[in-house]
């Protein structure tokens, strides 16, 4: 009799015992990956604009295609320095110096020299007496000034000292087309002063320079 009570009371002290402790506790499982080395990034590629379609001209059959370049026009690197009969300019992308000799009305001869200036070479000649206010050119300017022909005679002194800027740019090709080929042929430059005010055509066929509006 004793012992089955015991049971029975030991019974109920484990009921007891397993409702105190609850469910199992929840286990949480941290996954850590590693940190990759570098990181690459792909620029995404700008896609062209859509496609148009267009209804072509009708075409005479004895119409030749049209091979004749376009004109070019740009922005580039130039120097300058203003005479007193003219003008020298530097010309960056060709390493060229572009005399203008002004003969009268914004026009006159165009010669178009190398740069040959090395650095290390004397950039003027101090025995040179230049006169009040104007200014003896440096450099590529200075030796082709002293140098070469009679540069010095027909620009005389400088008004300016030399300066440099970014000017517009054009090139209109001459020649003309031949059974539909093209034949290259003498065009002509344009170019701008410092201020952009002032527009100066160099013409291949004649060797000539002119102030154009």
């Known amino acids: 009799m004793r012992s089955g009570i015991f049971l029975t009371l030991l019974g109920l002290l484990l009921v007891q015992l397993t409702a105190c402790q609850g469910p199992p506790p ?40 049209n091979t004749f370049p376009t004109p070019t026009f740009g922005q580039i690197q130039v120097a300058e320095q203003v005479f007193e009969h003219g003008r020298m300019v530097w010309i960056q992308p060709r390493k060229q110096i572009w ?35 104007q200014y003896q050119p440096t450099r590529g300017f200075g030796k082709l000034w002293r140098e070469t022909g009679d540069i010095r005679e027909n620009l005389g002194f400088g008004l300016t000292p030399e300066f440099g800027y970014v000017s517009n740019y054009e090139y209109h090709p001459g020649g003309s ?9 003498p065009g002509y430059h344009i170019l701008f002063n410092l201020y952009g005010n002032d527009k100066f055509q160099f013409n291949e066929v004649d060797g000539t320079w002119a102030k154009v509006k």
């Open 26 to 65: 929840t286990q949480i499982v941290v996954v850590v990956t590693a940190t990759p080395a570098e990181l690459q990034v792909v620029p995404t590629e700008t896609l062209p604009p859509p496609e148009t379609t267009a209804t072509p001209s009708p075409q005479p059959p004895t119409a030749t295609p």
């Open 99 to 133: 005399v203008m000799v002004d003969t009268g009305n914004g026009s006159g001869p165009w010669t178009v020299y190398d740069d040959v200036f090395m650095d290390g070479e004397p950039e003027s000649d101090p025995t040179i007496v230049v006169p009040a206010g």
């Open 177 to 185: 087309t031949v059974n539909g080929q093209y034949v290259t042929g």
